[in-house]
């Protein structure tokens, strides 16, 4: 038996002990994992919302627009004028009737119904209709000055939030996306939250998230009101973790040679992308979304228990939470489409304003407070205010204000932002910006300036031109800078 030739050998022993193959074994498993990573980043080397090195070292890395849609009034939030009270019921002399949108309804004069109040160390004079907000107003940098050309909601939302009064144009989240990437990889670069009370989405719809020229991949992702806030986003139960992985693949490898004979159609490397991260939301989104893990004490904090404010209170522990996890840009609509629906106080300007304060006064003081405790409001630039202002006059017969948009409020704060400041003025009655007027091209310069973004770089050529948020305007307010 010993003599017959060995046709089957023993293996040759490759581990000299078990302690050997455990090492040897975990060195392979951890090159797996770093081969996996590596493609990945190949991955990411491709992607248009992979991470960007601004223009110079910025203070900002999100924003959270907290947008009043309709238009709050100036005058009865934050512009605090004494002489409008004492010229109450007077004619405005050389009124152009045609400055608000109601021509034939044009009043006396009207003083504010709310009372005023010295707050913080600053001094600010604020309204009584923000009693919380009022408590942070020394974060605050107030612009008095704004002033805007449309009197009409839909050009007045597009051109605060694109830079132009008509539609088809890039929004600001969009450029912003556009200019830095993403510094997450399984959620939405720029995130947009509107009224959950069924009363509609600002007027322009979504085209005042939209990405106009820019690739699609950079255009807002509307979170919805009601059920699941956003569609299709869990697998259906037939289909596999590993089925839909090789879908997404062989749709990727399709797209991929679509993209390569259309190399000058930017859309295809945005299909391929929004694929990749609704596959990539699937376990990120609903964990963000889920504010039951959130403590009772920020709960609270915020106005969960608040049934006048639970919704909106929502909204902005949902964009703490989203810019916590890496998305830049969120925005938040507080108010929908028509009139006593939204800020734009036309019939009753106290019970139309003091609503809608209620409602998000608590909220956004609350958002303040817990990003400056979690030490993000140095790198979250927080905005504040609407599509345009309202008229120092009253709408005959409403007790209401029409709209106005040479003078319009907003504050900043956060992203290097200095607080406690106001920076230009409306006048005497707060009708027009009279002191250091800031136009809408000089408001975006400043909002990308913050974020390390040079206005006049930040260039997409379409049509064979070049265009910017700016257009060929727009001038920093350093004065309000940290």
């Not at 209709?129 to 704004?146: E, N």
């Not at 004979?261 to 859309?267: F, N, S």
């Not at 770089?457 to 800078?481: E, P, Q, S």
Request: proline residues 6%.
């Amino acid at each position: 038996m010993h003599d017959l030739p060995r046709l089957f050998a023993p293996p040759v022993p490759a581990y000299r002990s078990r302690r050997e193959f455990l090492a040897r074994a975990g060195g392979g498993l951890g090159l797996l994992a770093l081969a996996d990573l590596l493609r990945a980043e190949d991955k990411r080397a491709d992607d248009p919302l992979a991470p960007k090195s601004p223009h110079f070292a910025g203070k900002a890395k999100a924003v959270i627009w907290l947008f009043m849609n309709g238009g709050p009034s100036q005058v009865d939030t934050w512009d605090h004028k004494p002489e409008l009270e004492k010229r109450d019921g007077q004619e405005l002399k050389g009124f152009d009737p045609n400055t608000g949108f109601f021509n034939g309804q044009v009043g006396p004069l009207m003083k504010s119904p709310f009372k005023f109040a010295k707050h913080g160390q600053c001094g600010k004079m604020v309204s009584e209709l923000f009693p919380h907000m009022a408590r942070h107003v020394d974060k605050m940098a107030f612009v008095h000055s704004l002033w805007s050309d449309s009197n009409n909601h839909s050009p007045a939302l597009f051109k605060m939030n694109t830079g132009m009064a008509r539609m088809g144009y890039p929004c600001v989240g969009s450029w912003v996306t556009y200019g830095l990437g993403s510094e997450s990889r399984s959620l939405p670069a720029f995130c947009v939250m509107y009224d959950t009370l069924g009363r509609g989405i600002p007027k322009g719809h979504s085209l005042n998230w939209g990405a106009g020229f820019l690739p699609t991949v950079y255009q807002g992702t509307a979170f919805k009101p009601q059920g699941e806030p956003i569609d299709n986003l869990s697998r259906p139960k037939d289909i596999t973790e590993g089925r839909q992985r090789e879908q997404l693949d062989l749709l990727a490898k399709l797209n991929q040679k679509g993209a390569a004979k259309h190399p000058d159609e930017p859309d295809w490397a945005a299909r391929v992308e929004s694929y990749e991260l609704a596959y990539r939301m699937q376990m990120a989104a609903p964990d963000v979304l889920d504010l039951s893990k959130e403590t009772a004490e920020t709960k609270r904090l915020y106005g969960l228990d608040n049934p006048k404010a639970t919704h909106f209170a929502r909204q902005c522990l949902t964009a703490r939470r989203l810019v916590e996890k890496g998305v830049r840009f969120v925005q938040i609509y507080s108010g929908g489409m028509e009139n006593d629906l939204s800020w734009d106080g036309h019939n009753n300007i106290a019970k139309n304003h003091a609503g809608f304060a209620q409602e998000t006064d608590q909220p956004i003081a609350a958002l303040l407070e817990d990003l400056q405790r979690r030490g993000l409001l140095e790198s979250t630039l927080v905005i504040w205010g609407g599509e345009f202002g309202r008229l120092p006059i009253v709408q005959k017969g409403n007790a209401g204000r029409d709209h106005n948009p040479h003078a319009i409020t907003y504050w900043l704060a956060g992203g290097g932002v200095k607080g406690g400041v106001s920076y230009g003025a409306s006048d005497e009655i707060g009708f027009k910006a009279s002191e250091n007027r800031v136009s809408i091209n000089d408001f975006h310069a400043t909002v990308l300036h913050l974020m390390g973004l040079e206005h006049k770089k930040l260039t997409y050529r379409h049509n064979g031109r070049d265009f910017r948020l700016t257009d060929v305007a727009g001038t920093v307010v350093k004065d309000i800078l940290a």
